[in-house]
Each structure stands twice: as structure tokens, then as C-alpha cells.
């Protein structure tokens, strides 16, 4: 049923759950796994209120992209012993990247964390909230906080 599932990750414990979800659906049904790590832009929005500095959003974008790809070669290590896996680390925005990579890629799931679908994060918008309503294929969303 399932061929490719892509997951989504900052290194946190919660998105931690997810992974290993997504790993375990890999393993049993044979798929890829595509580890997906985003870091926002020196120069979104996000970054700016922040106060992040924007002298050298090139530099800062690189360093960036380095964080990126270590949270996701650690996912990789830690949870996909023994499966297909692939690192997709990318700068911008989190949402944006796991939709875009699961389009890429031909996913048949997308498997994210739970955190921020309540309070305001989940008004305001979320990772999981915006995956749910962006992926072109189907999501699970695994209870973790």
C-alpha cells in the first residue's frame, strides 16, 4: 500500500515519535522513507521578528542548511536501520517543504507530529495544520505531545 512516506523533523523528542512511526510503516510495508528538516530563511518573516540578523542571509541560509541536513542524517541513523532512506534538508519554510517533498517524490503518506494543533499555534498555524491541508496525498498525524 504504502511504496514512499515521507516524514518531517526538527530533532525535537515529539517529532522524535513521528519518525519512529514513519520508520516502522516503512519497515513493515517495504517503502522509502524521506526524512524531511527544514530551517527557515535568514530573511522570512519568521527570522526578522525574531530579530535574526540579515547582514548575510547567504552565510546565515548555509549554516542553515548544514543544521538541516545534521537533525536529518541523525533521524536517519537513529530510526531507518535497515530500510531505504533519503534526506531531503532543505532552508524555508517546514510546511512548505514536506508538501513540496511529497509531491516530489510521489508519496503515498506523509507523517507528521501532533504538536501545535492546539492552543493558538493551531489558529495561528501549525506544521501539522498546514501538512494536513497541503499534502497531495494521505497524512497521519501521530500523537505526540
Same mark, same amino acid.
Given at each position: 500500500?504504502?511504496?514512499?512516506?515521507?516524514?518531517? *523533523?526538527?530533532?525535537?523528542? *515529539?517529532?522524535?515519535?513521528?519518525?519512529?512511526?514513519?520508520?516502522? +510503516?516503512?519497515?513493515?510495508?517495504?517503502?522509502?522513507?524521506?526524512?524531511? *528538516?527544514?530551517?527557515?530563511?535568514?530573511?522570512?518573516?519568521?527570522?526578522? +521578528? !525574531?530579530?535574526? $540578523?540579515?547582514?548575510?542571509?547567504?552565510?546565515?541560509?548555509?549554516?542553515?542548511?548544514?543544521?538541516?541536513?545534521?537533525?536529518?542524517?541523525?533521524?536517519?541513523? *537513529?530510526?531507518?536501520?535497515?530500510?531505504?532512506?533519503? +534526506?531531503?534538508?532543505?532552508?524555508? /519554510? $517546514?510546511? /512548505?517543504?514536506?508538501? /513540496?517533498?511529497?509531491?516530489?517524490?510521489?508519496?503515498? +503518506?506523509?507523517?507528521?507530529?501532533?504538536?501545535?494543533?492546539?492552543?493558538?499555534?493551531?489558529?495561528?498555524?501549525?506544521? $501539522?495544520?498546514?501538512?494536513?491541508?497541503? !499534502? $497531495?496525498?494521505?497524512?497521519?498525524?501521530?500523537?505526540? /505531545?
Amino acid at each position: 500500500m504504502f511504496k514512499s512516506i515521507v516524514v518531517g *523533523t526538527d530533532g525535537s523528542p *515529539t517529532a522524535d515519535k513521528a519518525v519512529a512511526a514513519a520508520a516502522e +510503516l516503512a519497515r513493515q510495508w517495504g517503502a522509502t522513507l524521506h526524512v524531511v *528538516t527544514a530551517q527557515r530563511s535568514a530573511s522570512s518573516g519568521m527570522a526578522n +521578528l !525574531a530579530g535574526a $540578523p540579515l547582514l548575510d542571509s547567504g552565510s546565515e541560509n548555509a549554516l542553515r542548511q548544514e543544521v538541516a541536513n545534521e537533525v536529518g542524517q541523525r533521524a536517519i541513523e *537513529t530510526w531507518a536501520k535497515g530500510i531505504d532512506a533519503e +534526506l531531503h534538508g532543505v532552508v524555508g /519554510d $517546514p510546511a /512548505d517543504a514536506i508538501c /513540496d517533498t511529497a509531491a516530489g517524490v510521489g508519496a503515498d +503518506l506523509v507523517v507528521v507530529g501532533s504538536k501545535g494543533m492546539r492552543g493558538a499555534r493551531r489558529v495561528l498555524g501549525s506544521v $501539522p495544520n498546514s501538512v494536513s491541508h497541503g !499534502a $497531495p496525498c494521505a497524512v497521519l498525524i501521530v500523537k505526540t /505531545d
